[in-house]
C-alpha cells in the first residue's frame, strides 16, 4: 500500500484520487432558475441521498476562487431546484450542457433539451429524464477552501415532487434499472452503464 498524506499535495492530486476512488458515482443533472428567468442546467456527480424521512437529497457545486457557480447561486436565491437522473438515452446532452456558459444563456437551450413544468416549485424540469424530482432547498452549507473564499457549497434539497416514468416503475414503487440506463461518472472523461448485477442477501 502506499500512503499519502493529503496535506503534502496540491488540490488537483487530491481530487485525482478521490473521483479515481470513489466510483461509479451518479450524476445529478440539476435545474435550476435566474432571477430573469434563464433555465440553467448542470451535471454534478458529487451527490447522493441524504434521508427519506422526508426525503432529501444532496448536491455539491464546486465553487471557482470562491465564487458560485450559477447552480448554487439559483437555488439559494430562489430556493428551489430539479434533480434528474442521467441516463444513456440523453447522456450526450447533458455532457454538452457542462459548457461553462455565462449566467443569461441557457444549457437547456445549447443541449437541445426539453423543459417542462414542474408541479409544485416554479422551477422547470426536463422532459427527456426518465426521472426527476423538484426540490426545495432545505440548508445551502458553504464548505471547504477558506472563510472568505469556500471550496463548494452542499445543497441539501428536500423532495417535494417525484417524476417517474411509467415504464420503470412497478406497483411496489420499485424501480428497474435495467429499463432506466443510468450512466455514471468514473474519473477523467470516462462514464460507465449498468453491467452485470448480483444480489446479496443481507444478515
Request: net charge negative.
Amino acid at each position: 500500500m502506499i500512503a499519502i498524506d493529503p496535506s503534502s499535495q496540491s488540490e488537483r492530486d487530491n481530487y485525482k484520487l478521490l473521483t479515481g476512488s470513489i466510483i461509479p458515482r451518479p450524476i445529478a443533472f440539476v435545474t435550476t432558475l435566474s432571477a430573469t428567468g434563464v433555465l440553467n442546467a448542470a451535471p454534478y456527480s458529487y451527490f447522493t441521498i441524504v434521508t427519506a424521512d422526508p426525503p432529501m437529497v444532496a448536491v455539491s457545486v464546486q465553487r471557482k476562487q470562491g465564487v458560485r457557480k450559477d447552480t448554487s447561486f439559483n437555488a439559494v436565491t430562489t430556493g428551489e431546484f430539479v434533480v434528474h437522473i442521467s441516463d444513456e438515452s440523453y447522456i450526450r446532452a447533458i455532457n454538452t450542457a457542462a459548457a461553462p456558459l455565462p449566467p443569461e444563456e441557457s444549457e437547456v437551450a445549447l443541449a437541445g433539451l426539453t423543459s417542462v413544468p414542474s408541479r409544485v416549485v416554479a422551477v422547470p424540469g426536463i422532459a427527456e429524464a426518465s426521472i426527476r424530482m423538484e426540490c426545495l432547498l432545505e440548508q445551502a452549507i458553504p464548505l471547504g477552501g477558506t472563510t472568505d473564499a469556500p471550496a463548494a457549497d452542499l445543497l441539501i434539497g428536500r423532495v417535494v415532487q417525484f417524476h417517474i416514468a411509467e415504464g420503470i416503475i412497478d406497483s411496489r414503487k420499485h424501480i428497474d434499472a435495467a429499463k432506466l440506463k443510468p450512466v455514471s461518472r468514473l474519473a477523467g472523461n470516462d462514464y460507465a452503464m449498468i453491467g452485470e448485477t448480483f444480489v446479496l442477501e443481507r444478515p
